[in-house]
């Protein structure tokens, strides 16, 4: 059996949904916008949880119309909420980059897949040793129209915006 983890924001209600698309034994964590705060504690629990149910596949999930990701992108609304300024910032950062690099003013997968790159990458950094070659760290993006998971685009897509003297 294929133990899979589900890193999800509880506004896009995608328990029952990936129950029915991914017939494994799923796990689910939830946070706003998958802005949970890496620390000890945190990462302790996330490490217990792979071990005892030999998780064998973490997926980042956040919704094309995630309600945090949609304010963090206009009114927000929901700054105030204790721990979503670093969120939001990120998200308005990666914005801008989006808009320089591919010159498209709005690409809300564009802008999820680097997001959750960057989410990726810090999980395996602070999972260190328990990464091995039988846990995959992935994300995906649910099209709620088309009821649909998408793989994100590749870390090489979603770069940051550097300068060269």
Request: glycine share 4%.
């Amino acid at each position: 059996m294929h133990n899979h983890l589900f890193l999800l924001c509880p506004t896009d209600c995608l328990e029952t949904t990936i129950n029915n698309k991914f017939r494994y034994q799923n796990y689910f964590y939830t946070s706003l916008g998958n802005s949970f705060v890496i620390n000890n504690k945190t990462i302790e629990s996330l490490k217990n949880t792979i071990r005892k149910h030999n998780i064998k596949e973490i997926s980042f999930v956040l919704s094309n119309n995630n309600d945090i990701i949609n304010d963090a992108l206009g009114t927000q609304d929901f700054s105030s909420i204790r721990g979503l300024n670093a969120l939001y910032d990120q998200i308005i950062r990666q914005k801008k980059h989006t808009e320089i690099l591919w010159k498209n003013t709005n690409n809300p997968f564009s802008i999820l897949s680097y997001y959750l790159n960057c989410k990726i990458k810090e999980l395996q950094f602070e999972l260190g040793s328990i990464i091995n070659s039988k846990l995959k760290i992935n994300g995906k993006i649910y099209n709620q129209i088309e009821n649909t998971f998408e793989n994100i685009h590749p870390e090489l897509i979603c770069i940051e915006k550097h300068y060269l003297n």
